[in-house]
């Protein structure tokens, strides 16, 4: 009868190959990790040059600035913001300077309808000589269409212009949205936008586009100033303004990227400028 076999317990490694057998295994546990960190960066960065920043941002601006005016014309068609729209005006009536209200003459009339169109049509004949034909359309279009769209909420809400105090200025059509400062906000922020494109400096983008934004401000203050529009008007026609201008702007980027794809040398002119 043979002896039962014998089960030999196998020989512990010593503790150098223990830790190098742990190192190898985490060494593959990190090597599949950076590999998986690097397919989900290459997969972003394709979703991003897919979407475009500029996209988002301008889709951004449009929804968040759409929600906002819808929220103010709420407000405005229930009431709800007539004592307020009030109590500024009386302020401000009790509170001109025929100095100020002088300058507040000149500012106003950069938003008048003739003036914005010519502003907007000065500057697409411009991009359109200089190779920036897109960018042309575009600002010929948002303008334009900045125009119609004012007469048509203008119909709709058909607000009475104040008669609290004596306008210092001529108005012939309705009050909400404000016209000026719709136009405002729509033809010098996507002038300002068309010109930060091409500008190499960041610190340059950013005084091309403060600029703007204090023009819009100075105008819409104006109105308000000259007691032809309510504070409310001047928001709601700011903010609708510049959804518009968002709404302009991720369409200019979307046909842009697609450009790019199907014929990238259509838009070499049209390169964005290299960050600092």
Not at 49 to 76: E, H, I, K, Q
Request: proline residues 5%; contains cysteine.
């Amino acid at each position: 009868m043979s002896p039962p076999p014998v089960h030999r317990r196998q020989p512990t490694p010593p503790p150098t190959e223990r830790r190098a057998v742990t190192r190898r295994r985490g060494g593959m546990l990190w090597n599949a990790l950076l590999m998986a960190l690097r397919a989900s960066t290459r997969r972003i960065r394709d979703v991003r040059a897919a979407v475009g920043v500029f996209v988002l941002v301008g889709a951004t601006l449009a929804v968040v600035n759409t929600w906002l005016f819808a929220w103010v014309a709420s407000r405005v068609r229930h009431g709800r913001t007539q004592a307020f729209d009030d109590a500024v005006l009386r302020y401000v009536g009790a509170h001109r300077v025929p100095l100020l209200e002088n300058a507040m003459l000149e500012i106003t009339f950069l938003g008048t309808g003739t003036v914005v169109l010519m502003i907007a049509f000065v500057a697409a004949l411009f991009l359109w000589l200089t190779r920036h034909r897109y960018s042309a359309a575009l600002l010929v279009a948002a303008t334009v269409g900045a125009v119609v769209l004012n007469n048509v909420l203008k119909q709709f809400f058909d607000r009475p212009r104040p008669q609290i105090i004596t306008w210092g200025t001529h108005a012939l059509t309705t009050s909400f949205p404000s016209g000026h400062a719709m136009s405002a906000a729509v033809v010098y922020t996507t002038i300002a936008y068309l010109a930060a494109r091409l500008q190499q400096r960041h610190r340059a983008r950013v005084v091309t586009m403060s600029l703007a934004a204090l023009l819009v401000l100075l105008v819409s203050a104006s109105r308000v100033y000259l007691g032809v529009h309510y504070p409310s008007d001047v928001l709601a026609g700011t903010v609708v303004g510049l959804a518009w201008a968002g709404f302009c702007m991720a369409t200019l980027e979307a046909v842009q990227l697609w450009a790019r794809r199907n014929a990238p040398q259509v838009l070499e002119d049209e390169a964005e400028p290299e960050h600092d």
